[in-house]
């Protein structure tokens, strides 16, 4: 199969670029304090590398050569022929025509850099090995918040195919890091924390499943011992690819390396590094002569803050981008839980006047909509209004939720296709398949191959065929299944995984270039891909199809360590949770929305005129402080008690904090909780009040209403908070 690698990067838009002689400081030094990566270049060899957490001002790279001349170089492409053991950052070999062996050669490359240049945020390191018909451009830049990135580029300037099995991106880390973090899970239980001691060798992530997956590593952190939300120094990788990756740890011993010229053995010391990039399949990467593949940018962010600190530079990053929401996130209402695929004009206008009555500004028609969809074993990939369902099409739908004052919204699941559709019927030689045989299903679904230009200009053409006759104002992407035997009969089966998320990409793009105005939300049965990639080009992520509020509690934690509040759907749901069928108060569902991009998915038809209030008081409660939630640091205290959670946001200006407090059961203990908010003024005097919609007196504290203090009292002391009743939540506003 020919190579489906993205073009060479285009490597003349710094700004004012200098060549590089000495120790090279690359940082977004603008921040408080951000991550530093510091590149030492050597004759003959690629540049040995530092990175780290670095303050504004007065680290001099200079200072860090003598500094780090006990320690093991490193480079961000460690190669095997300088005697590197561990995993090889770059994996691959030469297919020969015609001479034996016929595969195998150039598998060791050391690349000899010809140039580097810099303009101090970012560098650009250009190396070749002659010999083995290669050349490498490596990019790393400082980006807005703080954080690192980086990408190779390979090209082949040999006359025979290169195979390409990884390229990864590897930074070091320093030797008082002995704690790993990361993430797995599954639908409806997404980005659960798992956590351990780093010892030798390797700890590999692969995702493999086509997309980035529910048990996505999703941030790999390696931190001091004992690091947590606020304290300790952390490092955290993430590969922005939404398709198959690898996230690795790994920490070497000792070895020997006799010098050149005879000198004695030389023992290098151990090392522990960090890192990812993509996973290809077999032979995916293969590279005729000219041809190049470029990695998928690899950040880096680093913090002596704790998990906070990193997730600070993800989120600031994140609020940079172009396709960052520059509106104030609509409260919406998605009828998926109300009403499934039953769809009725008189019940989902009713649940329009309702939710228009309480505050909703988005209301979204999920599943169901189109020809054929009465349940999901049929219909996906026939994207036209089903008549017999909607007679006229979605105008009465559209125009009665518009006309109180909501926007209308869609949801699409472009990717997939069911057997049992007209589209499949007609083509089906469209998906995505392997050794000419049908995938087994899943969700009774398969999957298109959007590589081929026809089934994107198909998807193209009905999707905007939707969006051009009706007012619609967002639109719900979802992705229902993983990607099993990911390979294209253009190409006889050959795999196809890379070429697939491109070409995802490249779709998504064309429909947002045609209408900009509308808003883009990612699902993929729940969380199922959420990535810096896909956030490039989206503006809000569900992270889980559960939506039971104290599961939720944790899933929205978790992924807040890449993702900021205003991105994250967060929605109230029925009493009775759809998917664990436990009962769940109110004001905790609320609670649990409130620090998210607020919605409701619950039958509101059959609420109660008491609880129609309450969500109305929760839903003023979040407009009133949504800008706070949606610009300000995420902050999540440690507790010695797992059954009280404490979180919030602090304004940049440190005018302002809107805190909660969480029992999510039983108290271990009866001592009061010190709630104690960091990023504050210290100088500054402010009021905590209990502000939370229907709160009894005294429920938190008599004191909690109208107390005052310092910014450095409420950081040092906290303010107590004594054991509440299990499922219940406060929310406390700090204002100075």
Request: with cysteine; glycine share 10%.
């Amino acid at each position: 199969m020919p190579a489906t690698s993205s073009p060479p990067p285009d490597l003349t838009a710094m700004r004012s670029v200098t060549p590089a002689n000495g120790p090279l400081l690359i940082a977004a030094l603008d921040p408080p304090a951000g991550t530093g990566l510091i590149l030492f270049p050597r004759p003959g060899s690629l540049p040995a590398v530092w990175a780290g957490p670095v303050p504004s001002a007065g680290l001099d790279p200079a200072d860090a050569v003598a500094l780090l001349a006990a320690a093991r170089p490193c480079t961000l492409l460690p190669e095997h022929g300088l005697g590197w053991f561990g995993r090889p950052a770059l994996s691959g070999y030469r297919l020969d025509a015609g001479s034996c062996p016929v595969a195998g050669r150039d598998w060791s490359p050391l690349f000899r850099p010809s140039g580097i240049e810099s303009d101090g945020r970012r560098a650009v390191v250009r190396a070749e090995d002659v010999a083995a018909g290669l050349r490498l451009v490596t990019e790393a830049e400082a980006v807005q918040g703080g954080a690192i990135r980086v990408r190779h580029t390979l090209e082949n300037t040999g006359a025979q195919p290169y195979v390409v099995d990884r390229l990864e991106v590897v930074f070091p880390l320093p030797a008082r890091v002995g704690e790993v973090l990361d993430f797995t899970g599954r639908q409806t239980a997404e980005r659960i924390p798992q956590r351990h001691q780093l010892g030798d060798g390797l700890w590999l992530r692969e995702g493999r499943r086509g997309h980035t997956g529910h048990d996505s590593a999703t941030v790999g952190v390696a931190g001091e011992p004992g690091f947590g939300f606020g304290h300790g120094e952390v490092y955290g990788v993430h590969v922005a690819w939404s398709g198959n990756t690898v996230h690795r740890v790994e920490r070497l011993p000792s070895s020997l390396l006799e010098l050149e010229g005879g000198e004695p053995h030389r023992l290098l010391p151990g090392l522990t590094t960090i890192g990812g990039g993509e996973l290809p399949l077999p032979g995916e990467i293969t590279l005729a002569q000219g041809e190049a593949y470029t990695t998928p940018w690899v950040f880096l962010a680093a913090s002596r803050n704790g998990l906070d600190g990193l997730a600070a530079q993800f989120h600031d990053y994140l609020r940079s981008l172009p396709a960052h929401p520059r509106t104030q996130r609509p409260v919406t209402l998605n009828v998926w839980e109300a009403v499934y695929f039953r769809h009725d004009f008189a019940t989902l206008a009713q649940l329009a006047d309702i939710a228009a009555g309480i505050g909703v500004e988005r209301y979204v028609l999920d599943d169901g909509w189109f020809t054929g969809r009465r349940s999901d074993r049929a219909g996906l990939g026939d994207w036209q209004v089903d008549e017999a369902v909607w007679p006229g099409g979605l105008h009465r739908l559209a125009d009665h939720v518009r006309a109180r004052g909501m926007q209308f919204g869609l949801w699409f699941e472009p990717e997939m296709v069911n057997p049992d559709s007209e589209l499949y019927r007609a083509h089906p030689d469209w998906i995505l398949s392997a050794g000419g045989r049908v995938p087994p299903l899943q969700r009774h679904q398969l999957v298109l191959d959007l590589t081929r230009p026809e089934v994107a200009d198909y998807l193209f053409g009905e999707i905007s065929a939707v969006l051009s006759q009706y007012p619609i104002s967002y639109v719900k992407w979802d992705c229902n299944r993983d990607v099993i035997d990911a390979g294209s009969g253009m190409h006889a089966g050959a795999p196809a995984a890379h070429a697939q998320v491109l070409a995802v990409y490249a779709l998504m793009d064309r429909l947002r270039q045609q209408y900009p105005d509308v808003e883009w939300e990612a699902c993929a049965a729940g969380g199922g891909r959420i990535d810096l990639a896909i956030l490039e080009r989206f503006q809000r992520v569900w992270p889980s199809d559960m939506t039971d509020a104290q599961a939720r509690q944790s899933i929205q934690r978790w992924t807040a360590q890449l993702v900021p509040p205003e991105y994250l759907g967060a929605h109230v749901s029925a009493p009775f949770s759809h998917q664990t069928g436990r009962y769940m108060p109110l004001s905790l569902r609320c609670a649990t929305a409130l620090f998210g991009h607020m919605g409701i998915e619950w039958d509101i038809t059959q609420a109660s005129s008491e609880e129609l209030d309450q969500l109305a008081a929760w839903i003023e409660l979040h407009k009133a402080h949504r800008d706070l939630i949606h610009s300000g640091r995420v902050v999540r205290l440690d507790t010695g008690d797992d059954t009280a959670w404490m979180h919030g946001v602090v304004a940049a200006d440190q005018s302002t904090a809107l805190m909660c407090y969480v029992q999510l059961d039983v108290p271990r203990h009866d001592q009061a909780v010190a709630m104690r908010i960091p990023g504050l003024d210290p100088a500054r005097r402010y009021q905590a009040t209990d502000v939370t919609p229907g709160h009894e007196a005294g429920l938190v504290n008599d004191l909690a209403s109208g107390v005052e203090a310092s910014g450095a009292a409420l950081a040092e002391i906290g303010l107590a908070i004594p054991p509440q009743r299990p499922l219940t939540a406060a929310i406390i506003l700090i204002q100075g």
